[in-house]
C-alpha cells in the first residue's frame, strides 16, 4: 500500500482503501527534457558570451557545436535548449585555463533578467522568501540542474539534482549555482550568512576559488553536493531592497516564465523518491510517466543516464538521510528500501556511497 | 600577429618558388628509382623545421630589430634547405653553381644572421625579466598566468612559499600578506565584469608599485592579492601593509560608465613564518593563518561600520 501519496507530482490524494492496481499517479510528472527550448537565450548564454569575450576566447570556438548565433543572443524571445547550453559550457572549459569563470557566472548571475522574477527575488524579506522564489523559477534560473529543498533537524538543505545530463560539466554547475545563491543571499541579507557547503567530488587543485568566492565552511569528499545553513537564519528579516529594476530587464509576462519547473532527469529522481513505499520499477514508472518502458529507456538514454542509476542515486540518499538524521537500524532501512535482509543493504551501500554502514553513523 | 609579417611571408614564398621554378628550367627531373629517401626525408626535415620555427617567433613576436634577424635568419636556412631538398629530385647540369652557391652560401649566412638575433633576444630577455621581478621569483611558469592581470596564481604562490621555506630559518623570517579588495563583488553587479577586471588590472599595477624589489604578488583568487615578504620581519610588514592600505584608499579608479571616481579600502591579513615553533610551517598552514587574519580584519571592519551607522 502506498504509504507517500505522490503529493508531489500533483495527485490528487488517493483514497488508502483503493487497490494497488489503481494508478499511482494519474497525471503524468510534467518536466522538460535536453532538447525542449526553455532556455531564455539573453541570461545563461548572454552572460557566458559576455564573461567569454572578456578572456579573449574567439566566437567561433565559442559556439562551435551549439547552434546558437550571436545575433539571437539578445533578442528577447529567443530560446536555446539545455543541450546547446551544455555544449556552450564545454566550449568555454576547453578554451581557457582559468578555473573561476564558474564563480564569476555565478556572482553575476542572479537576481536574473526578466523583471518579474528579479522582483520577486529582489523584494524577499528573509532567505526562506528568497528560497521560495528560487525554487518557484527554478527552471529559469537554474535550468540544468534543479533544486531540491528541504529540512533536516534544525537545518535547512538545499542539494541539486541534475536536470538533463549535465556529465562533466556538473561541478561547473554546482560551483556556478553555489556561489550566486551565497552571493545574492550575502547582498540581501548584508551580512555573510554561515553556510555549510558540501561537495561530491575531491578538492580539487584551485582550492582557493572556493575559499575566496564562497568563503567559510567548505567540505570535499561528501555524500551530496549541498549547502546547509541553520533555520534561524531563514526567518531574519532583511532590509527593505532599493533595487529597481534596470533597463536592460526584460518585463515579461508571467506566462513566458511559465515552463515545467524540472528537467527529466529531476522528475524521474522524484517520482521515485516519492514512491519509494512501492518498491517502483521501470515498467511501473514509464507507465506513470505515461509511456511504454521502451520509451522512457529511450529518454533516459538520451539524457544519458538509465533507470538503475537514478533509483540508486535515490536509494543512496533516503539510506544516507535514515541513518545520519533519522538514526535508523540497518534492519529498518534495509526493510524500507526492500533489501532482503541487511547484509544486502550493506554491500549496496558500500557499492554506492564507498562506506560501510557503521562508518556512515559515525 | 602573422598580420604583421605578411610581407616577409610573401616575399619568402616567391624566393621559395624562384628557387623551384629555376631548378625545373636548368635541371632534368630524377625517376623515382634514383630517389634516396633518407636524403628526402632528413633534407626536408631540416627545411620543413626551420620553418615551422619561423612562423612560431613571427606568430609570437612584434616585429622589431630581433625579430627582423631572427626571421631573416631562420628564412636563409630554409631557403638553403629547401634547394638542398630539390636537388633529390633534380640533376643539375655540371657547370650549374648557383643551386650549390645557394645551398652552401645561404646555410652560413642564415646561421650567422640567427645567431646575432638569439644575441639580441638574449639582451631583451634580460630586460623584460627584470621588469617582471615583482612578478615571478627565479622560476618561471607560462602556465599558471592570470589573464586579468598577467600575475600568477596560487598554485605558483604554494611552490614559491614551499621554496622561500625550505631556505628559511630563524634569522629569515618570511611574511605572507592576504589583500582583499573591500565590497568587490559590489562593483561587479554595478558595472559589470568588464569594469571589475579593469579595477583588478589597475590595482595589481598599483601594488606592484608599491613593493620592494625582491617581493612577490600573485593573484590569489577572485579579488584576493597574495603578496609574499621574503627577509622580512613585523614591523617591516606591518609598514608595507600600511603603506598598500594608503595608496589604495587614494586611487580614484574611474569606470568607463560614469564621470565619478570610486574609491576602495582594502583589508589585509597577515601571517608570519615562524623558525621556532616545534612544527615547521607549510604552503598551506601559513595561507591558512594568513586568511584568519584577513577573516578577523573583516569583522572588525564590519562591526566598525555597523557602529557607525
Not at chain 1, 555544449?87 to 548571475?109: E, R
Not at chain 1, 584551485?206 to 575566496?212: A, K, P, R, S
Not at chain 1, 506566462?255 to 519547473?261: L, Q
Not at chain 2, 595589481?204 to 604578488?217: A, F, G, P, T, V
Request: with cysteine; charged share 20%.
Amino acid at each position: 500500500m502506498p504509504r507517500n501519496s505522490a503529493t508531489r507530482n500533483n495527485c490528487a490524494q488517493l483514497d488508502m482503501s483503493e487497490s494497488v492496481e489503481f494508478p499511482l499517479c494519474p497525471v503524468p510528472p510534467v518536466y522538460y527534457e535536453r532538447d525542449s527550448a526553455i532556455v531564455h537565450s539573453h541570461f545563461w548564454p548572454a552572460e557566458f558570451i559576455d564573461l567569454a569575450q572578456t578572456r579573449a576566447i574567439p566566437e567561433h570556438k565559442l559556439l562551435r557545436h551549439t547552434g546558437i548565433f550571436c545575433e539571437d543572443i539578445h533578442r528577447p524571445d529567443h530560446r536555446i535548449c539545455p543541450e546547446q547550453l551544455l555544449q556552450l559550457i564545454q566550449n568555454i572549459t576547453k578554451n581557457t585555463s582559468a578555473d573561476d569563470l564558474s564563480f564569476l557566472v555565478g556572482h553575476q548571475l542572479l537576481p536574473g533578467k526578466i523583471a518579474v522574477i528579479s522582483d520577486q527575488l529582489m523584494s524577499s524579506t528573509n532567505l526562506d522568501e528568497l528560497i521560495d522564489a528560487l525554487v518557484e523559477h527554478q527552471a529559469f534560473l537554474s535550468p540544468l540542474i534543479n533544486i531540491r529543498r528541504c529540512y533536516e533537524g534544525d537545518e535547512l538543505v538545499l542539494y541539486w539534482q541534475d536536470a538533463c545530463g549535465a556529465e562533466d560539466s556538473f561541478i561547473f554547475l554546482v560551483e556556478a549555482l553555489t556561489t550566486a545563491i551565497s552571493s545574492l543571499a550575502r547582498w540581501r541579507s548584508n551580512s555573510r550568512l554561515p553556510w555549510q557547503f558540501y561537495f561530491s567530488h575531491k578538492a580539487p587543485v584551485y582550492i582557493e576559488q572556493y575559499e575566496v568566492h564562497l568563503g567559510g565552511n567548505i567540505h570535499f569528499d561528501c555524500q551530496r553536493n549541498a549547502m546547509v545553513i541553520h533555520r534561524e537564519y531563514c526567518y531574519q528579516p532583511w532590509t527593505k531592497n532599493t533595487h529597481t529594476s534596470v533597463e536592460n530587464f526584460l518585463a515579461a509576462s508571467r506566462n513566458t516564465v511559465n515552463i515545467p519547473t524540472k528537467g527529466f532527469l529531476a522528475a524521474v529522481y522524484d517520482y521515485l523518491h516519492s514512491n519509494i513505499a512501492t518498491d517502483p520499477n521501470l515498467e511501473q514508472t514509464a507507465a506513470d510517466f505515461g509511456m511504454s518502458s521502451a520509451t522512457f529507456k529511450r529518454k533516459l538514454k538520451k539524457h544519458h543516464s538509465h533507470f538503475q542509476a537514478i533509483y540508486d542515486q535515490v536509494r543512496k540518499d533516503l539510506a544516507v538521510y535514515w541513518i545520519n538524521q533519522e538514526g535508523w537500524s540497518s534492519e529498518q532501512v534495509a526493510k524500507k528500501l526492500h533489501f532482503h535482509d541487511v547484509a544486502n543493504l550493506r554491500r549496496a551501500f558500500k557499492k554506492w556511497t564507498g562506506l560501510t554502514l557503521l562508518a556512515a553513523r559515525s | 600577429m602573422l598580420a604583421l609579417h605578411k610581407w616577409k611571408l610573401l616575399f619568402l614564398a616567391l624566393a621559395a618558388n624562384l628557387a623551384l621554378v629555376g631548378s625545373l628550367a636548368s635541371g632534368d627531373i630524377k625517376t623515382t628509382s634514383e630517389w634516396n629517401w633518407l636524403d628526402i626525408v632528413g633534407e626536408g626535415g631540416l627545411a620543413l623545421l626551420a620553418l615551422i620555427w619561423l612562423l612560431l617567433i613571427l606568430h609570437s613576436r612584434p616585429a622589431g630589430r630581433v625579430t627582423q634577424f631572427l626571421s631573416l635568419g631562420l628564412s636563409a636556412v630554409f631557403i638553403a634547405g629547401f634547394q638542398d631538398w630539390l636537388d633529390e629530385f633534380i640533376y643539375f647540369p655540371e657547370g650549374a653553381l648557383w643551386d650549390h652557391w645557394i645551398e652552401s652560401g645561404f646555410m652560413p649566412i642564415g646561421l650567422i644572421l640567427l645567431t646575432l638575433g638569439i644575441y639580441h633576444w638574449h639582451k631583451e630577455q634580460l630586460l623584460i625579466t627584470e621588469q617582471l621581478r615583482k612578478r615571478e621569483r627565479l622560476f618561471r611558469e607560462h602556465r599558471g598566468l592570470d589573464f586579468t592581470t598577467s600575475l600568477s596564481g596560487a598554485h605558483y604562490l604554494r611552490v614559491q612559499l614551499q621554496h622561500e621555506l625550505a631556505q628559511g630559518n630563524q634569522e629569515n623570517p618570511l611574511a605572507l600578506v592576504l589583500i582583499d579588495i573591500d565590497n568587490f563583488a559590489q562593483i561587479n553587479r554595478r558595472y559589470g565584469n568588464r569594469e571589475g577586471d579593469n579595477l583588478l588590472h589597475s590595482l595589481s599595477e598599483l601594488l606592484l608599485l608599491n613593493i620592494r624589489r625582491n617581493d612577490l604578488l600573485c593573484r590569489y583568487a577572485g579579488d584576493r592579492f597574495a603578496l609574499l615578504l621574503p627577509n622580512t620581519g613585523k614591523l617591516m610588514a606591518n609598514t608595507i601593509a600600511a603603506e598598500i592600505s594608503q595608496a589604495v584608499r587614494h586611487f580614484a579608479f574611474k569606470p568607463q560608465q560614469q564621470q565619478d571616481s570610486i574609491f576602495h579600502s582594502v583589508s589585509i591579513g597577515i601571517a608570519f613564518s615562524c623558525g621556532q615553533t616545534a612544527e615547521a610551517d607549510t604552503p598551506d598552514s601559513l595561507i591558512a593563518r594568513a586568511t584568519q587574519a584577513l577573516l578577523h580584519a573583516k569583522e572588525q571592519r564590519d562591526s566598525q561600520q555597523l557602529r557607525a551607522a
